[in-house]
């Protein structure tokens, strides 16, 4: 599975911002896919994960609220609509997509190159 993430960028405190992770190379039928975080200096952290199949969707208590994590079978996408952005959403954000649904990062064998989100305060 390859998995290219984009979206980020520069945004104000109180703005939003959707990320977009593309899958390819094979079927994505029973993988999760997932969004992790890792700000300087910090640990990577859990985001938000949804089941390719099912419609489940996990958050991270940080973002509930404000993150929607979404996918489009169609386009083999899975997006991540932000919004309230705080300055500690300042992070590179990772996509990641493993078989069944996890909130560790450990458990995740395929990762996006990570796209850098900024919010500004």
């Known amino acids: 599975v390859q998995l290219q993430a984009s979206g980020g960028g520069l945004v104000q405190a109180g703005g939003s911002l959707r990320l977009s992770c593309a899958a390819s190379?094979?079927?994505?039928?029973?993988?999760?896919m997932a969004w992790f975080r890792q700000a300087p200096g910090k640990e990577r952290e859990f985001v938000a994960v949804?089941?390719?199949?099912?419609?489940?969707?996990y958050y991270a208590d940080s973002v509930k609220g404000r993150f929607t994590i979404s996918r489009d079978n169609a386009k083999n996408t899975v997006y991540l609509q932000m919004s309230s952005l705080k300055s500690e959403d300042t992070a590179v954000y990772y996509c990641?997509?493993?078989?069944?649904?996890?909130?560790?990062?450990?458990?995740?064998?395929?990762w996006g190159q990570g796209t850098q989100v900024t919010v500004s305060s």
């Open positions: 190379g094979r079927t994505l039928s029973s993988y999760a």
């Open positions: 949804i089941n390719w199949s099912r419609y489940d969707t």
């Open positions: 990641a997509a493993r078989v069944g649904l996890s909130t560790s990062g450990g458990d995740y064998d395929y």
